[in-house]
C-alpha cells in the first residue's frame, strides 16, 4: 500500500497534505506510527489511517468553509458509516500486543521444523544464542533491538576472550570483554569466529522477519574486516613442517603412543595419531570427517577403494555429521595410502569387529571425536618442531588444494574430491545436474595429488617389512 514505509523497526504510514489544506493544517504531510513491526498489521492498519486522515481533511475544509452544505450532510452520513464498520474490522489490531523477547523468538527460530540444520550447525547456534541473550539480554523485546544495539554485540564480541566458559565461568560476557580490553595477555576470538557470530545472529534475525517478529534485520551486514587477507589466514604446511611431521617419533619410533608419542623409541604408532593426518595429506578431508569414518564407509565402488563421506551409516552408527550438504561425497583412496598400508588397517579394524575406524578416539562431550584430537595435534605440532604462525590441521586441507592446482586438476573434480561449495563465477546450480563423476575419473584425478619434497620411504620400508 503507498504510503506505508518502515521507521526503524516499525511501520508508518504518511500521506501528503491537499494543496487547498497545507495553509489550514500548516503541514505538506501528515504521519502517523501503525505501532507495529508486522507488515501484514501494518497494512491493514493503514486503511483505518487513510480513512482517519482522509476524514480529518473533510472537517477541516467544513471548519473552513470550503464544502457546499449538501457535501457536508452527505460526508457526516459516509464518514459515521464507515467509522462504525472500519472501526469493529480494526478492533483487534488496536488492541495491545505482548512483545516477544529476544529469548522466544531464538526458541522459536531453534525448534522450527521447517528448518534442515545439522547437528553441528545447531550447536553452534546455541552457542551464540547464549552470548547474544547474555549481551544483548533475554527479556529484551526483540523489536527493540536497533542497530546501535547489534554494533555493541559486534565490539563486545571483538573482545570476547578464548575459551570463555572454561577461564571466565561466572562473568556475564560483556565483564569478561571489557578485562581483555583492558589486559593485552588475554587472548580474544578471531576475526573469522566474530563474523561467525554475527552471521548466526543475522541469519535468526533474518528469519524473524520473514516471520513477521520484525520489521527488518537491524544486524545485516555488520562485520569487521579481516586483520589478515583472506589468502593468509590459514597457510599449507611448508616442506619443512611436514618433514618434522611425518618424521617425529610416533612415525619412527616412540616410547609408546599415549602420554611417550613424544619420546624416542621403539614402538610405531598404529591408530588415529598415525592415520588421520596422513589421510588429511592425500585425501583433503576435513579432520571431523576422518575421524568419524565407520570401518564400513572404506569400500570399494566400482573397483575403486573410496572413502565414503556420509552422514549415513551402513553399519548402524549414529554419531556422524558434516559441515554442508556440499561435504557428502566419495573421495579415492589415494595410491600412496595404498601403499602405506591403509587397506591392511582397515581389514584389521574389520576382522576385529570394529564399527569405526577410530574407535581410539574419545567421543567428545558433544559428540564429536575430533576434538580431542584436534588437541592432542596443536602439541603435537609443537612437539615435533613444526608449529608456525596460521598453521594448523586444516594446513592439510589447504596443501591438498594447492597441490590440486599445481597437478593441472580440472576445478570442478577439485571442488567434488574437497567438498568444497562452488563459488566464484562457478555456477552451482549447473554443477547439480547428473549423478556426479564416476569413481574412476576421480581417482585418476586424486592420483596426480603429490608432494614431491617430501619423503616419506621410511614409511614404505616399514609397510613392506610387515
Known amino acids: 500500500m503507498q504510503g ?8 508508518q504510514y504518511r500521506v501528503r497534505v491537499p494543496a487547498d489544506l497545507r495553509q489550514a493544517l500548516g503541514k505538506s504531510h501528515v504521519k502517523r506510527s501503525l505501532r507495529t513491526d508486522s507488515k501484514k498489521r501494518a497494512l491493514r492498519l493503514a486503511r483505518l489511517a487513510a480513512f482517519d486522515i482522509e476524514s480529518m481533511f473533510e472537517r477541516t475544509r467544513v471548519q473552513n468553509g470550503m464544502l457546499p452544505k449538501d457535501e457536508v450532510v452527505i460526508q457526516a452520513t ?13 478492533a483487534k489490531d488496536h488492541e495491545p500486543t505482548t512483545l516477544m523477547t529476544l529469548s522466544e523468538v531464538y526458541e522459536r527460530f531453534l525448534s522450527d521444523p521447517a528448518r534442515s540444520i545439522s547437528d553441528r550447525s545447531m550447536l553452534a547456534h546455541h552457542t551464540t544464542r547464549r552470548v547474544v541473550e547474555d549481551v544483548l539480554g533475554a527479556s529484551t523485546p526483540i523489536t527493540s533491538i536497533e542497530r ?24 556475564n560476557v560483556r565483564d569478561a570483554a571489557n578485562s581483555a580490553r583492558n589486559n593485552s595477555e588475554i587472548r580474544t576470538i578471531n576475526t573469522t569466529n566474530v563474523n561467525a557470530y554475527m552471521s548466526r545472529f543475522a541469519t535468526m534475525l533474518n528469519w524473524a522477519v520473514v516471520e513477521d517478529y520484525l520489521g527488518k534485520n537491524p544486524a545485516r ?10 589468502k593468509d589466514r590459514r597457510q599449507p604446511f611448508a616442506a619443512w613442517q611436514l618433514h618434522n ?33 596422513l589421510i588429511a595429506l592425500f585425501s583433503g578431508m576435513r579432520l571431523n570427517e576422518i575421524c568419524q569414518l565407520d570401518v564400513s564407509d572404506i569400500r570399494s565402488l566400482d573397483d575403486v577403494q ?52 577410530f574407535d581410539d578416539l574419545p567421543l567428545g562431550r558433544r559428540g564429536f571425536r575430533s576434538v580431542s584430537f584436534s588437541r592432542w595435534f596443536s602439541r603435537f605440532l609443537v612437539s615435533a618442531g613444526a608449529a608456525a604462525d596460521r598453521t594448523c590441521f586444516h594446513s592439510f586441507r589447504h ?67 610387515v
Open 245 to 277: 611431521i611425518f618424521h617425529a617419533p610416533i612415525y619412527v619410533g616412540c616410547k609408546d603412543e599415549q602420554h611417550g608419542y613424544a619420546v624416542s623409541g621403539n614402538t610405531i604408532a598404529s591408530g588415529a595419531r598415525y592415520w588421520v593426518p
Open 306 to 357: 573410496c572413502l565414503v563421506i556420509s552422514e549415513q551409516s551402513i553399519s548402524g552408527t549414529t554419531d556422524k555429521s558434516l559441515k554442508t550438504k556440499s561435504s557428502e561425497r566419495i573421495v579415492p583412496m589415494h595410491p600412496s595410502l595404498a601403499e602405506l598400508g591403509l587397506i591392511k588397517f582397515v581389514q584389521s579394524k574389520k576382522a576385529a569387529g570394529s564399527l569405526k575406524l
Open 78 to 90: 459516509i464518514e459515521a458509516t464507515a467509522s462504525k464498520t472500519i472501526s469493529v474490522r480494526s
Open 4 to 11: 506505508v514505509y518502515l521507521r526503524g523497526s516499525i511501520y
Open 399 to 465: 596443501g591438498f588444494r594447492d597441490s590440486a592446482r599445481n597437478a593441472g586438476i580440472d576445478r570442478d573434480v577439485t571442488l567434488r574430491l574437497g567438498g568444497w561449495v562452488t563459488g566464484g563465477s562457478g555456477s552451482e546450480s549447473a554443477g547439480n545436474y547428473g549423478a556426479g563423476y564416476r569413481p574412476k575419473i576421480l581417482y585418476d584425478a586424486i592420483g596426480q595429488i603429490e608432494f614431491p619434497d617430501l619423503d616419506l620411504s621410511h614409511l614404505l620400508k616399514r609397510q613392506n617389512q
Open 148 to 171: 546501535e544495539d547489534c554494533r555493541d554485540l559486534l565490539d563486545t564480541l571483538r573482545w570476547m576472550p578464548r575459551n570463555l566458559a572454561k577461564k571466565f565461568s561466572g562473568i
Open 221 to 230: 551486514g555488520l562485520r569487521i574486516a579481516g586483520s589478515v587477507h583472506p
